[in-house]
């Protein structure tokens, strides 16, 4: 497993997620839609801990009476 | 004597068949992709039941809507969405003998597999592990071929007849007296096609009253020509000998059905090499409890047939007993001879009887003069009965081959099945993804494979098989190993290897 560069190495692990998913036997237009479904899933996860898990984080620690 | 055969002592080197289970990931990633490949199937489905997509197999027409649905169970479904997406790496048109390397007609498709066109060019020097060419007689050296070519000129190449009208050659009474001086045996009688051999003679074997123990997974032929005979089948274990004797056990004790009278015969149908796991049967015990409970064997030696044993004489050499005490021995010449047909062999009695009563023997047209030839002379060749010592030299660099090759393997870290003396060495690959791309993968290296998913095989078991020969070099052995594209997950090892791809 050596691989030149870096792009070599994200291209491969691209290529491990269409085996692993099953997403590789499909046609390009059929990849691109999972693609950005699980794309915006991602996005929407990472957004909503970005807004809402200090705030979760904060009242918890005043619950256990950590902080006042 | 005491270490000849006939001793009925197995081999005392431990006999080492693991099945080994997938980690549970992959168990988890498997059906994952399943999943995922199937919602796009009804997606598609829906595509196309709209109007939206073009529908490129058949449908029903508009007036029969209103009766039962042809296209809906889950065959054609899978037939649709998933076998047509990735078919591109099957029925691959071949333009050479299939020899250690062949070459591949190149086709490709325009429309995502449901056509394909033919490029012209062809791709040369493929090195062929799909193949059943085990000791290589798949060759088209004309000193080797010179007795074919002769045969063919005194015979011609149709017999127009059947076995028992007008097609009984001196040459098929020669094949038959060879292969049963081959195995030891008494008698043998040769048939045109080996699945036939099996599919035809097992109902002239065993009728309505006799009752047929069959392993788990064994081949088709097997399985119709039970069926057609119209005994009760009864399916053990693969390998699995208690749950072999329980099942003699229980049909000796309670009998037939509803009547409880005593089952006419008992038939144990077992393989000598099972070609999808490439595991040995355990035949000393087999053989011990068909004895015990006064069965009768049926082993179709189609793999094994001068592919095992120092001699090649089949899984009765390698176990080192009496092939006598075998009742029925089937085999076939696709394999190890480089021809076509089956035999069946045993006592003189057995195949004077399945002569009179066979349907392959009095329907079927005989065996083609050529073919009957190169079996007799890759025979002979193993036999060293043409005077050198070519047949078993290559019984021996089989042997060579299928060792080094599983030991590397199994170095890698690969999951393999079957015993490590069978030339079929199946690599589980699981993934439904993995299995398409590493036989693309593969073609694009000049190694063509053969890769099998579902239904030959359980869903979650996918694998690509490789049938080695004793043609195969060695520099060819490690160019299928090294220049594999795609490893896999060793399972003692938890930094799992995810599958790699080389881009070299």
Known sequence: ?68 | CKNGPGTGVANSLPRHEPFEQAPMYVAVMTYLGYGLVTLFGYFRDFLRAVGLEKCHVAQERSEQKDFVPLYQDFENFYNRNLYMRVRDNWNRPICSLPGPVFDLMERISDDYNWTFRFTGRTIPNVINVGSYNYLGFAENNVDFLKTVAEKTQEYGVGVCSTRQEIANLSLHQELEQLVANFLGLESSMAFGMGFATNSMNIPALVGKGCLILSDELNHTSLILGARLSGATIRVFKHNNMHSLEKMLREAICSGQPRTHRPWKKILIMVEGIYSMEGSVVRLPEILALKKKYKAYLYLDEAHSIGAVGPTGRGVTELFNVNAADVDIMMGTFTKSFGACGGYIAGKKVLVDYIRRHSHSAIYATAMSPPVTEQVIRAMKCIMGQDGGDEGIRRVRQLAENTRYFRARLKEMGFIIYGNDDSPVVPILLYMPAKVVAFAREMLRRKIGVVVVGFPATPITEARARFCLSAAHTRPMLDQVRLLRPLRLHNCGCFLSMPITISQR
Do not use: C
């Open chain 1, 1 to 68: 497993m050596d691989f030149k560069n870096l792009k070599e190495y994200l291209a491969w692990l691209y290529f491990q997620y269409l085996i692993i998913t099953g997403i590789y036997v499909l046609e390009p237009w059929e990849k691109s839609i999972f693609n950005s479904v699980l794309f915006s899933a991602i996005a929407m996860v990472i957004y909503t801990t970005y807004v809402f898990v200090p705030i979760h984080v904060r009242l918890a620690l005043e619950f256990f009476s950590v902080v006042q």
